[in-house]
């Protein structure tokens, strides 16, 4: 491991690892939150009598949640340490996850949701930060790229679990294990995670310092080229994840649990790509890894929109095609992160992290919705794909006008 500002993580090799499992189980509570449900879509539209839009939005909910969620929690980290907010946010959002069993209507559902988002944010942007409280440069890169492994596990397997939950329950049953896993997790950090942020590091709570902070942030090349990456690239990826449990479904006639196999073949080529990236951490630049990770993403996605005009898309070779989308996508998320915060101290990791974050899921959860503009009001292939091929040349373009200043800093 290379040098760290903070001691207070040991540096063995299994203490490194069990970091990795702990963060990786934190951060997995969102993806896990947003994929768990997604083969009961169809259900959960006629059990509430709302429309497929309706639930759709659930989905938003959770992102604009997580976008505000970690606007707030990672100054307040910063502030207070990396410990006490993340464990609040554990708690509320177990509490939430059990509600959302009880829900009468898709607009308390839509709440509930939002309110998952806030406290989930905990678990994204604390997890980033206590990474930058430890580790930078190729180290960061190298600790990200295990993170995304375990990440990935959740979204491969939450539609399977999903799928596999709704031969044995109705759809509410998800939210009760979705509640369970984050009761553990409360638990896990309770006991084992400790604080990586020394008093004497930690920034006073002013909202005067905050803002001064993230215009700073904002106004920064470094930082925000590829923080607008992540987010765009992060867009087109939730656009996939938000619109193909109809698309397969009701377009191309899945069942609830072939279009689960099919989310977790595509997830395994988001593994294989953060793999990929980590093997070649130290033979490539960290800016070449993520052009090349944007390129091969675009490219997946411009095969996906001709599929879809020429009617040729069938279910095997969508699912070929999003695997090597998501298999760009590996290379792009662990290298944007990476040098978005390595170009700032430790001090406002915390804010920098909440910033970024936020920014990804708010164009998650916004950009996605444009899928939905149809006559209909339901996503198709087309519109899915159209809005997926939109998100990702813009992606391209922020990295080679703003992106490739931070090149410096991986």
Avoid at 355 to 381: E, K, N, R, V, Y
């Amino acid at each position: 491991m290379g040098e760290t500002e903070n001691q207070v993580w040991p540096r063995s090799r299994r203490s490194v690892a069990f970091l990795v499992l702990v963060l990786g189980m934190l951060t997995a509570t969102g993806p896990l939150a947003t994929d768990l449900y997604l083969p009961a879509f169809p259900e959960i539209a006629a059990d509430l009598g709302a429309a497929e839009a309706q639930i759709q939005l659930t989905l938003t909910a959770m992102m604009v949640g997580l976008a505000l969620g970690q606007l707030i929690i990672g100054p307040l980290s910063d502030g207070l340490g990396r410990r006490t907010p993340m464990l609040v946010g554990v708690a509320v959002f177990t509490i939430a996850s059990f509600l959302c069993v009880l829900v009468p209507s898709a607009g308390v559902f839509v709440a509930l949701r939002f309110v998952q988002g806030v406290a989930g944010a905990a678990g994204a942007v604390i997890s980033r930060a206590v990474v930058r409280d430890l580790f930078s440069g190729d180290d960061a890169a190298r600790f990200f790229s295990r993170l995304v492994l375990v990440i990935g596990v959740a979204p491969m397997l939450g539609p399977i679990v999903g799928g596999q939950l709704l031969l044995v329950g109705p759809w509410q049953l998800c939210f009760v294990v979705l509640g369970a896993v984050s009761a553990l997790s409360f638990v896990v950090v309770f006991f084992w995670l400790p604080e990586t942020l020394p008093g004497e590091q930690r920034q006073a709570m002013r909202v005067s310092g905050l803002l001064v902070t993230v215009w700073r942030l904002v106004r920064d090349a470094r930082f925000v080229g590829p923080a607008l990456t992540l987010g765009l690239t992060f867009a087109m990826m939730f656009t996939y994840i938000s619109a193909f449990s109809f698309v397969s479904q009701d377009e191309f006639g899945a069942s609830a649990q072939a279009y689960s196999v099919m989310f977790a073949i595509n997830t395994v080529g988001l593994i294989c790509g953060t793999q990929v990236n980590g093997f070649l951490i130290g033979r490539m630049e960290t800016s070449r890894r993520l052009a090349g990770g944007l390129c091969l993403a675009l490219l997946a996605v411009v095969v996906l929109l001709s599929l879809a005009v020429s009617g040729a898309a069938s279910l095997v070779s969508l699912t070929a095609t999003l695997f090597v989308m998501m298999f760009g996508v590996g290379f792009v998320m662990p290298n944007a992160t990476t040098l978005a915060l390595s170009s700032q101290v430790p001090a406002v990791a915390g804010t920098a992290s909440a910033l970024m974050g936020s920014m990804q899921f708010a164009m998650g959860g916004g950009l996605a919705s444009l899928a939905g503009l149809t006559a209909s009001g339901d996503a198709t292939l087309m519109s899915m794909t159209s809005v997926m091929v939109g998100l990702g040349v813009l992606a391209v373009l922020v990295f080679l006008v703003l992106g490739r200043r931070a090149a410096r800093f991986g």
